[in-house]
């Protein structure tokens, strides 16, 4: 198999990809692209992005081809041995997981639009670039030449994405028998040095603690945007972070420590999920959806255990690592969701809704509920092991046990070896948590309270937030109501998600809610609103202090104690 990648004019985003296949052997040959990327669990429909497509034989006669799904294509091969598919790709999004092409870069993640045959995804590829001679390329792929490629089959190539540019910023560092790469691309200035030191202390935890990696070398590739962004991606041997805006990327007090948090994240996905995958996506199937109830685990301990290795090697302090554990609560117990839809079935349904809020109050998140529900299943590891024994063994276990041996890892063998490492019943959690919508309270504290924290309750300091009950959004300038906290005073008098509020007690709304909002909290209250629809309305709020709003979460460290040590080490 052999893609060539070419453009002509960058600015109208549209890539060129030629296509080969050798061998072909078959009267009918069915052409694939993928419908989805691993890594967000939601169908993408790349193939809405293709404008041209035909099938020639090696002589360039074009073949007979028809379109028989959204993205699968029949070609008549007419006795060919040769097949080239030439098609484009239109390359105008700009995230973590698109493609892009401008006169600046070619940006391109390979599941967007590299086509396969369904039956031969494990057969040898070949990439060649014809892009500018003084481009440079980032990315985890094995170059046989300047500006090509080849990898072991598919799904080596299109879980290698690569940025080719000019402007590519780019360090390197060897780590516990492993060479790293920090490529910057966009607007930035990025200090290496500091980001050498930070990046080495979480890289060395993390390997030691499973001891060793699964590959020679690994690829941090930084696309750097003007605006505000946050997205990232694992792959096999490299990870695709969008950052923004780029004057606070280096900024401690901006968003420093959400680059360090991404990136902890995604280098912990080298085991968890590209190594230790579930059983339903062994092997991915990229031409349907994949369901499995195990967001939990990949994206659930990930966040968990992401954020807790750049605590224990000291990257975070504690106020920043408490900070990240604060938000998870806050997401928790302001998702009413949470009361429906269990974090098992809320992995399940994200190819219904992906990664949006989706209908209010319908489901949780795999991110969140799954990383609370991780620091209670390690805590309850610690508890019954004397303190020898955590989440992190379950993670050890599965990764020589399953990813080594080439399986995929079920529901059930993950309550398994939990029970196993733990020498006790894990049903409780499993099933009141992972598969049920319990109430997380309990079992949070006590966990909290083995380490020697404690869960700090406080009210909302937004009037509209803890007396009234609704939390919203900026969109486009205008205040939008995004959640409204059941039973409270907001959802009696009427108020509605995707309400606009338009002004308070007469005063035009500014973006400035909760000073306004505070500042006639003695007061009635009567809030201009706009329907979707378009229609006005005012809701008259009497001043009241009775509404059990929303609440600020927050966890605190009371004393150190061994098991609080024991918790950072194990």
């Excluded at 945007?225 to 923004?244: A, K, M, Q």
């Excluded at 190819?351 to 799954?370: A, F, H, M, N, Q």
């Excluded at 919508?437 to 309750?457: F, Q, R, S, V």
């Excluded at 309305?537 to 004393?559: A, H, N, R």
């Amino acid at each position: 198999m052999k893609y060539i990648v070419s453009y002509q004019n960058p600015n109208n985003h549209y890539i060129d990809i030629e296509y080969i296949i050798d061998n072909v052997s078959s009267d009918n040959l069915e052409i694939q692209l993928p419908a989805w990327r691993p890594g967000r669990y939601e169908l993408g429909n790349f193939a809405k992005n293709v404008q041209k497509w035909d099938a020639f034989d090696a002589s360039g006669k074009l073949l007979t081809s028809k379109k028989l799904t959204k993205d699968l294509w029949e070609v008549e091969t007419n006795g060919a041995n040769q097949v080239h598919i030439k098609y484009n790709y239109y390359a105008a999004e700009i995230n973590a997981g698109s493609s892009y092409l401008d006169d600046n870069q070619l940006y391109i993640n390979g599941v967007n639009c590299f086509l396969y045959v369904p039956n031969r995804q494990n057969e040898s590829c070949e990439l060649e670039l014809i892009i500018p001679k003084d481009y440079e390329v980032a990315s985890g792929l094995t170059p046989t030449n300047k500006h090509q490629f080849t990898t072991e089959n598919f799904h080596e190539l299109v879980d290698s994405p690569f940025i080719a540019s000019n402007d590519l910023k780019h360090h390197t560092f060897s780590e516990s028998g492993v060479k790293f790469h920090l490529w910057f691309n966009g607007e930035s200035k990025p200090d290496f040095t500091i980001l050498e030191t930070d990046f080495r202390k979480f890289c060395k935890n993390q390997i030691d603690a499973f001891g060793g990696f699964p590959v020679e070398e690994y690829h941090f590739l930084f696309q750097i945007l003007t605006y505000r962004t946050y997205h990232g991606v694992e792959h096999y041997n490299s990870t695709v972070i969008s950052l923004g805006p780029s004057y606070d990327i280096m900024r401690k007090e901006g968003w420093y420590n959400e680059l360090l948090g991404v990136s902890s994240h995604e280098l912990y996905h080298t085991w968890n999920v590209k190594q230790i995958r579930p059983i339903e996506m062994y092997p991915y199937d990229y031409s349907k959806e994949n369901y499995t109830y195990l967001g939990y685990i990949d994206e659930g301990v990930t966040t968990y255990m992401g954020d807790k290795f750049l605590f224990s090697s000291e990257v975070f302090d504690w106020e920043q690592y408490a900070k990240t554990f604060d938000q998870l609560l806050s997401k928790h117990y302001n998702n009413f969701g949470v009361n429906n839809y269990s974090v098992a079935q809320s992995s399940f349904d994200t190819w219904l809704d992906g990664y949006v809020k989706g209908t209010p109050g319908r489901k949780g998140s795999i991110y969140t509920e799954g990383a609370l529900i991780a620091f209670i299943t390690d805590v309850f590891i610690l508890k019954n092991t004397n303190n020898e024994k955590s989440l992190n063994t379950v993670m050890q276990k599965l990764y020589n046990d399953y990813a080594l041996q080439g399986k995929g890892v079920s529901d059930t063998d993950y309550k398994n070896i939990v029970e196993e490492i733990a020498g006790t019943d894990y049903n409780e959690i499993y099933s009141n948590l992972i598969h049920g919508n319990k109430d997380y309270t309990p079992l949070l504290k006590e966990a909290l309270t083995y380490i020697g924290c404690k869960l700090e309750i406080k009210p909302s300091v937004n009037y509209h937030e803890a007396s009234l009950g609704f939390k919203v959004h900026i969109e486009n300038g205008a205040t939008i109501v995004d959640n409204i906290y059941p039973n409270s005073i907001a959802e009696n008098l009427g108020l509605s998600v995707n309400d606009e509020i338009i002004a308070i007690n007469g005063i035009k709304m500014n973006q400035d809610i909760e000073h306004w909002g505070n500042y006639f909290c003695k007061d009635d209250i009567a809030l201009s609103i706009k329907r979707e629809l378009g229609t006005i309305y005012k809701l008259v709020f009497e001043s009241t202090d009775k509404s059990e709003g929303f609440k600020d979460y927050k966890i605190v460290k009371c004393e150190s104690n061994n098991n609080f040590t024991q918790w950072l080490s194990v």
